[in-house]
């Protein structure tokens, strides 16, 4: 046994095809035993191993198919076809013999020549059934062939105890060194120029060796692409038998039990009936007997009147007289009682239909089935709604037989119980429907029954479905960015919560590609910080989603990631303010501003005269720009969004500044911060004051923007976001640019 | 013109050397610094140079400025000049600090016996920039000048007088009008002879009012402890006026509790160099 399981082990490794079990295990192995002695065995198994040693070692399609097929082989024995014989043996009825012949020789060729000799041979034959198109599984067999070859021309010099004759290098003997294409024959070089090839093409032996290997390996490859098509169909084949297997199985019990019932139910009938005509019988019986027995007594009455009349006769002529009266009378009355002659019952059957209804629905039942049972009703698919529908699925016992179903709903209400929605009932074929014309992001209730000729199922559970959100709105006016990002809002646009807001951002340099090439999903909130890539333009849409699915998207919002981009935050303004309407103009008007000051607030500014913009809170670099009156009286720079709004700008910790006062034709510059300024004079007023804010080097920046020129630079480490502020101490006004990209000179600073 | 190194040494990655060679204009022996940056090794740099006050020599800014690191960092090539003629034997060049030796003013000297030796303007202008730009891998067209107290009028002087020529200037407490202190009447009387209206030509806050207006970004810093500012010796006011009146950019920086040494140069050289950067490198 040890040497059949060695013996198994290899052809396991090397044998893509289950049926060459078969052959081996049913005709081979024993008569192998009996062939080969215990030395022999031994040897073969160390053959088997310097073989496999050698495959692994040498060129490395042989690895890669014996991959193959070990996966193959795994397939087949996942799928149980070597276990299923008959399947097995159908097969091999219908294959040529290949597999069979090519076994024997595996065992045998060490001793046997003339055998290795035919082995080529059938692999020749083999290939030629190839080439004629044949059958998957013949090239499967084939392909074996094939690399028995390969192993047997390479594997056979590590063999140190036999040798063999290998055509191949005989030719290497005769010292081939050309290959004339014509003749398709290795020659010596001289013979090109006397021999008969001196006409014909020739090429170097080794080209000529290439390009067969490369044939070879080209079919090689072809075949191992054929043995997985085969494999699969034939597993394909395995699962539809297993149906087929199946489905008659359960038909046949089907069958079984219904047949069974119908021949209980006739059983039964006859029982019934057979009881019935004997209980008839026996009536009839008696009633007859009954009858016998009158008539009997009748006739004995008639004798004795008879007898009695006769004796009469017999008497003196007074008795005569006397006993005829009295029998005159008697007889007067036994005549008048009416003999019953008619025979009471009938000797035949009266009309017995036999009533075989109930057989006959038993027969009509056994290819009808009974009224099908509640469906079951499955819970919403993630995604598959839309605002204004759901994709209801539902699934029915496999036994059961349905012509329709009824799929009935209503909006589930929390609010008002009282108050019943109308329900809708809608009647369908399929186990889905599309509901439409339904509310966005509003939950309902679906139930289904089944129905078929035979009646109505009860219905399903009763399941919540899910409409998808209402898109929502983005908030144009409050986009924030900058180079590296933006920040967006929206309005839900929905009443009730939804799951999450998904953001999607397009770039808007390739308009034709019009592909999301971003998502931002499971946004929990109603903005989103993205990161962008610098100097790019996006069309940014949102969705709103729900358990039943994603909105549509958003009507679109444009962001440009070209410097940072802001508005004025007009909850911070100072009443004698007024911000434009693009939120970047800032006008204190001439009129005459009121003398009282509004009372303090938290959120705007009610001392200096101020508003503060809404910088995007991101570290990095932000740079804008103020266009001011060189005479007006104003300040400009950063603030923390909690600075005390009673007091001016630069005038505490939380703020950074340069202010600009104008007085008695002399410019004052100040860069307050803590109310401290330094000390600087500077000879050309700006007009156009440039404002870098730098959190990674800590530091405020500002700059002539006209001439380049930079004026103050402060060290500020800002240990939250700052957003820019500005003021106007006297009428006038402050145009604010910003989404510009940062000048040159400015990145020195 | 041939250069005679005298020194060598290895800074933040690039060279700082001293070199003499006979100056024409000067009619001497003059030594002065260059500090070649690690991207002069591949590629011509910016030239910027540096003018040293009052008793200076090559030698006081490359030591201790600490200029090198920004130098360094922004690929400028950094060239140092003595501040006068020297060992030209003039009676009475060493007898006091403020003139003669180690206070050339950066004039072209018009009188007996300072007119063939002191030529510092020329020297700085012009036979300086050919030499360096001879010698060393600097582009021509990317110039800035820069000084301290005496340099700082020179840097004033050289970039008021030739628009253009220079990028970007800017000044450590320079000497700012110098035709009304006493350094400069001093020293003008004695270079220039007593027409005062040949000194107009070498005063910064002289000079701004007949400036024709090429863009000039001018930065200085002052010390507002120096006792120089105190004593009336810079008088940055007078050309800041001026600039203001001329609109001449300026930006003008009072250090609180700075005086006038190299302890002030130190620590805003890095502002001074990036300032310079930016024109030079933009």
Wanted: hydrophobic share 30%; with cysteine.
């Amino acid at each position: 046994m040890e040497e059949e399981s060695g013996e198994e082990l290899g052809l396991d490794r090397s044998t893509p095809k289950d049926f060459h079990f078969y052959h081996m295990d049913l005709y081979d192995s024993e008569d192998r035993l009996q062939l080969f002695p215990e030395e022999n065995t031994r040897r073969r198994k160390e053959v088997v191993q310097a073989e496999r040693a050698n495959e692994s070692t040498g060129a490395g399609d042989g690895k890669a198919q014996r991959d193959l097929q070990e996966e193959v082989e795994e397939l087949v024995h996942l799928y149980g076809l070597e276990d299923d014989h008959e399947l097995g043996d159908e097969f091999v009825e219908n294959m040529p013999r290949m597999g069979v012949s090519e076994y024997p020789p595996y065992g045998m060729k060490r001793r046997d020549p003339a055998r290795e000799q035919r082995d080529w041979r059938l692999s020749g034959e083999a290939t030629e059934a190839e080439d004629l198109g044949f059958g998957g599984w013949g090239s499967a067999g084939q392909c074996q062939d094939l690399r028995e070859v390969y192993r047997y021309t390479h594997g056979r010099a590590s063999e140190e105890y036999e040798c063999y004759v290998i055509p191949e290098e005989e030719d290497e003997e005769e010292a081939a060194d050309v290959f004339c294409v014509t003749c398709k024959t290795p020659i010596r070089a001289f013979q090109k120029v006397f021999d008969e090839h001196k006409e014909h093409e020739v090429i170097p032996l080794n080209e000529a060796l290439e390009s067969a290997k490369d044939e070879i390996h080209k079919n090689m490859y072809k075949l191992e692409k054929q043995i997985i098509d085969m494999e699969n169909f034939a597993n394909h084949l395995e699962e539809v038998f297993i149906t087929v297997e199946e489905n008659f199985g359960k038909q046949e019990q089907n069958f079984e039990s219904h047949y069974n019932e119908i021949l209980e139910t006739l059983a039964q009938k006859y029982e019934e009936k057979i009881q019935a005509l004997g209980e008839k019988k026996k009536e009839k019986v008696e009633a007859l007997y009954e009858q016998l027995v009158s008539c009997g007594e009748n006739l004995d009455t008639c004798k004795e009147l008879m007898e009695t009349i006769e004796e009469m006769c017999h008497e003196e002529k007074v008795d005569f007289i006397k006993d005829a009266v009295a029998m005159a009378d008697r007889l007067g009355k036994f005549l008048k009682t009416k003999t019953d002659v008619e025979i009471s019952t009938q000797p035949d059957f009266e009309d017995q239909t036999l009533d075989f209804s109930d057989v006959e629905q038993l027969m009509g039942s056994i290819n009808t089935i009974p009224a099908p049972s509640a469906p079951v009703i499955n819970p919403q698919t993630p995604n598959s709604a839309t605002g204004s529908s759901v994709r209801v699925c539902w699934s029915l016992y496999s036994d059961d037989t349905v012509e329709s179903y009824q799929l009935s709903y209503r909006p589930v209400q929390d609010s008002s119980p009282g108050k019943d929605q109308a329900e809708f009932t809608m009647t369908i074929k399929e186990t889905y429907c599309s509901v439409t014309d339904l509310v966005p992001n509003t939950q309902y209730e679906f139930w289904v029954t089944a129905h078929n000729r035979a009646g109505l199922s009860p219905s399903s559970e009763r399941a919540v479905y899910v409409t998808a959100p209402s898109p929502p709105i983005i908030k144009t006016k409050e986009i924030r960015s900058c180079e590296e990002a933006v920040l967006i809002c929206w309005e839900s646009g929905n009443l009730n919560p939804v799951d999450s807001y998904t953001v999607e951002l397009t770039q808007a340099e390739s308009p034709e590609a019009s592909g999301v090439t971003e998502s931002v999903v499971g946004i929990p909130t109603c903005e989103s910080l993205v990161q962008l890539q610098p100097g790019q333009s996006y069309v940014i849409y949102v969705r709103a989603l729900n358990t039943g699915g994603p909105s549509t998207r958003s009507e679109p919002a444009t962001v440009h990631t070209i410097g940072s981009y802001f508005r004025l935050n007009k909850d911070t303004c100072h009443p004698w303010l007024t911000i434009s309407q693009d939120g970047l103009t800032i006008l204190r008007s001439e009129r005459s501003t009121p003398t009282k000051e509004p009372p303090p607030s938290d959120t705007h500014f009610t001392r200096c005269v101020a508003v503060m913009g809404n910088l995007i809170p991101v570290r990095g670099h932000h740079y804008w720009e103020v266009e001011v009156d060189e005479h007006l009286d104003y300040t400009v720079g950063v603030a923390f969004e909690d600075v005390p709004k009673q007091e001016d700008l630069g005038a505490n910790c939380l703020s950074w500044c340069m202010r600009h006062t104008f007085a008695s034709s002399r410019h004052k510059y100040e860069f307050l911060h803590n109310r401290t300024t330094p000390d600087i004079r500077i000879t050309v007023p700006p007009k156009k004051i440039g404002i870098l804010l730098d959190y990674e080097n800590s530091k405020l920046s500002f700059f002539n923007v006209e001439l380049s020129q930079h004026l103050y630079t402060f060290s500020c480490q800002p240990h939250k976001f700052v957003h820019p502020c500005f003021s106007l101490e006297k009428p006038g006004c402050l145009k604010i640019r910003n989404g510009i990209s940062m000048p040159k000179h400015v990145t020195f600073y | 013109m041939a250069l005679k190194q005298i020194s060598s040494n290895k800074c933040f990655g690039g060279l700082q050397k001293v070199f003499e060679h006979d100056s024409v204009e000067l009619n001497c022996k003059m030594k002065f610094a260059v500090y070649l940056p690690p991207k002069a090794e591949t590629g011509k740099c910016p030239a910027l140079y540096w003018l040293s006050g009052l008793t200076g020599t090559e030698q006081n800014f490359i030591s201790k400025s600490g200029y090198h690191q920004a130098a360094s960092e922004h690929g400028l090539v950094v060239i140092a000049p003595d501040t006068s003629p020297c060992g030209c034997n003039i009676k009475g060049e060493d007898e006091s600090w403020d003139f003669g030796t180690g206070a050339g003013f950066y004039v072209d000297a018009t009188e007996d016996p300072w007119k063939t030796n002191y030529r510092m303007y020329s020297y700085i202008t012009e036979e300086l920039p050919k030499l360096i730009n001879a010698n060393f891998p600097v582009d021509p067209q990317r110039t800035s000048i820069f000084g301290h107290s005496m340099g700082g009028h020179g840097a004033l002087i050289c970039a008021l007088k030739n628009p253009g020529k220079y990028k970007s200037v800017s000044a450590f407490a320079p000497i700012c009008n110098p035709l009304l202190c006493r350094w400069g009447k001093k020293a003008f009387s004695g270079y220039l002879g007593t027409d005062q209206s040949k000194w107009k030509a070498y005063d910064a806050t002289h000079l701004v009012k007949s400036y024709p207006g090429s863009q000039l970004d001018i930065l200085i810093d002052q010390g507002k402890d120096d006792q120089f500012l105190l004593d009336g010796q810079l008088l940055p006011d007078n050309f800041i006026a001026a600039c203001t009146e001329k609109k001449i950019p300026v930006v003008f920086r009072l250090q609180d509790g700075y005086d006038h040494s190299y302890y002030f140069i130190a620590t805003f050289i890095t502002d001074h160099i990036r300032h310079h950067a930016k024109y030079l490198n933009a």
